[in-house]
C-alpha cells in the first residue's frame, strides 16, 4: 500500500489552463504539506495543513489554492497556469505539526506546462 | 532566516569506498535534523534524523550523520558505497519552536563508479 500517493504523476499542459493535484495518505497523519521542486532540485514548502486547518502558507501566488476536505487528503487547485509554474509538487505527511516529526513524501507530480 | 547549504552539488565515488556528504545550517539554536535521499521519479525518503542526545545517528542503508554543534553542521557518511546508492541527497532542518516547516538544503546529486 502507497502510504502518501498523489495524481496525476504527470501533467501536460497549456498555459492559463487550470488544474487540480490530488494527494491521499493512509498513514493516520494529522498534517499534511505541498512541496514545490524547481529545476535546480530545490525543495521548498508551499502550503501545510494541520487537521483540515491551514497552518503554513508561504509567499506563494494566490493561483494555488490548497483544499483539504479531511485530514487525510490534501489537494492543490492551480488556475491560470504559467510557464514558471512548471515543476515537481511534491505531497507530504507527518503525525502532528511538531517540528520533530519526519515527514513521508509522495512521488510526485511532474507538472510541464507548454 | 533559516538557510541549509550542501556546498557540493556533485559527488562523484567509486563503489566500495567511503562517503561524506556535508550539510551546514544557520539557526541560532540546535534545530531538528534530517536526511533524505531521493531517486530518480521517486519522492524523497526518510535515511536519518537528530533531535538531541547522542551526536552520532545511525540511519537505514547503512548511513550515519553526526552532528557538531560548533561547526553547524550535520554530515551524511557511509563507510562503503554501493552502486545502489547513487541518488540525489538533502539535508533538511526544522526549528524547534515552530510548525514542522522543513528548510531544505539544494541537495547533493551522487554518482557511484562501478
Known amino acids: 500500500d502507497t502510504a502518501v500517493s498523489q495524481t496525476p504523476k504527470y501533467l501536460v499542459t497549456q498555459m492559463g489552463n487550470d488544474k487540480s493535484i490530488k494527494c491521499e495518505q493512509n498513514l493516520g497523519h494529522d498534517t499534511m504539506y505541498w512541496y514545490k521542486q524547481d529545476s535546480k532540485k530545490f525543495l521548498k514548502i508551499m502550503f501545510s495543513?494541520?487537521?483540515?486547518?491551514?497552518?503554513i502558507n508561504e509567499t506563494v501566488p494566490n493561483r494555488f489554492s490548497p483544499k483539504s476536505p479531511d485530514k487525510a487528503h490534501l489537494n492543490l487547485h492551480i488556475n491560470s497556469l504559467e510557464l514558471g509554474d512548471s515543476a515537481v509538487y511534491f505531497c507530504?505527511?507527518?503525525?502532528?505539526?511538531?517540528?520533530?516529526?519526519?515527514?513521508?513524501f509522495g512521488d510526485g507530480t511532474r507538472l510541464s506546462i507548454l | 532566516a533559516q538557510s541549509v547549504t550542501q556546498p557540493d552539488i556533485h559527488i562523484t565515488v567509486s563503489e566500495g569506498a567511503s562517503l561524506e556528504l556535508r550539510c551546514n545550517y544557520s539557526y541560532g539554536a540546535t534545530p531538528y535534523l534530517f536526511w533524505y535521499v531521493q531517486s530518480p521519479g521517486q519522492g524523497l525518503q526518510l535515511l536519518l534524523k537528530?533531535?538531541?542526545?547522542?551526536?552520532l545517528v545511525q540511519g537505514i542503508k547503512g548511513f550515519e550523520a553526526e552532528f557538531k554543534r560548533s561547526q553547524s553542521s550535520f554530515n551524511l557518511r557511509k563507510p562503503s558505497v554501493h552502486w545502489s546508492d547513487a541518488a540525489e541527497y538533502f539535508c533538511?532542518?526544522?526549528?524547534?519552536?515552530?510548525?514542522?516547516?522543513?528548510?531544505f538544503g539544494s541537495g547533493t546529486k551522487l554518482n557511484v563508479k562501478p
Open positions: 533538511a532542518v526544522a526549528r524547534r519552536n515552530n510548525f514542522n516547516k522543513f528548510y
Open positions: 507530504a505527511s507527518s503525525p502532528d505539526r511538531g517540528g520533530n516529526q519526519p515527514q513521508h
Open positions: 537528530y533531535f538531541s542526545g547522542d551526536t
Open positions: 495543513y494541520n487537521n483540515k486547518e491551514l497552518i
